[in-house]
């Protein structure tokens, strides 16, 4: 079993709707990461989160710790927005534990 | 400046060439990172520096050798490489080694023949 098990794999909306990405893990984690990565290879932090819920512009994050749950969410979706979603949390040694990702295109 | 610089974007080179990639970052981070990235696959962690001195090292072959000079530039110097070793190489950066968010570069595109 994976240690960090994304899903969907791959999702597909139109512009305007409301995504939510889903991210459980096994393992114990000192914060847990959420990244973006566009086709042709740059990937930028979104969110570092260890409790409750962080928001930025269109994006929410929160986290469940009892439940070693978090999800991403993204409100009014543009085809920008189309890119891979990876969940990642940082282990004891502070590493980073990647997820699969979520490739999510919106269409217009 | 929030900016992870790499160069060379791309780089095509033979199994018997020397070459290096660069990485660099002006915002006073003390950790950096190399990962390697496969088509449709996570980053895999390759080396970490920490305060400029070589933390972390995956079992990475020694035919890839990290170098940090000074607290903002890492160098990957790479040589007699296998075509297998072709990938993304991406370079990251954090304020420390600890649980912070990472910075990443752009990425170079290698290509082994």
């Known amino acids: 079993k994976n240690e960090v098990e994304q899903s969907p794999q791959n999702l597909t909306a139109q512009e305007g709707e409301f995504i939510t990405i889903n991210c459980s893990y096994s393992?114990?984690?000192?914060?847990l990461h959420w990244l973006q990565q566009h086709p042709g290879g740059g990937i930028v932090s979104l969110f570092m989160?260890?409790?409750?819920?962080k928001k930025h512009g269109r994006l929410i994050a929160t986290i469940n710790i009892q439940e070693k749950h978090s999800s991403l969410h993204i409100t009014a979706s543009h085809p920008r927005d189309s890119a891979v979603y990876i969940c990642a949390p940082s282990d004891s040694n502070y590493q980073l534990i990647w997820g699969a990702g979520t490739k999510l295109i919106i269409k217009p | 400046d929030t900016e992870v610089t790499q160069t060379p974007k791309h780089l095509v080179m033979g199994m018997t060439n020397k070459k290096s990639l660069k990485c660099e970052q002006h915002m006073g981070h003390r950790a950096m990172y190399w990962y390697k990235q496969k088509a449709k696959k996570p980053p895999e962690l390759m080396f970490v520096?920490?305060?400029?001195?070589?933390?972390i090292n995956e079992s990475v072959p020694s035919r890839f050798s990290p170098e940090c000079p000074n607290s903002s530039l890492l160098n990957l110097h790479l040589h007699a490489l296998q075509p297998e070793d072709s990938a993304l190489y991406l370079c990251?950066?954090?304020?420390?080694?600890?649980?912070?968010?990472?910075?990443f570069g752009p990425g170079t595109r290698l290509t082994v023949t």
């Open positions: 520096y920490s305060y400029e001195k070589l933390s």
């Open positions: 393992v114990g984690i000192s914060a």
């Open positions: 989160l260890s409790s409750g819920k």
């Open positions: 990251a950066s954090s304020l420390t080694g600890g649980s912070y968010e990472q910075y």
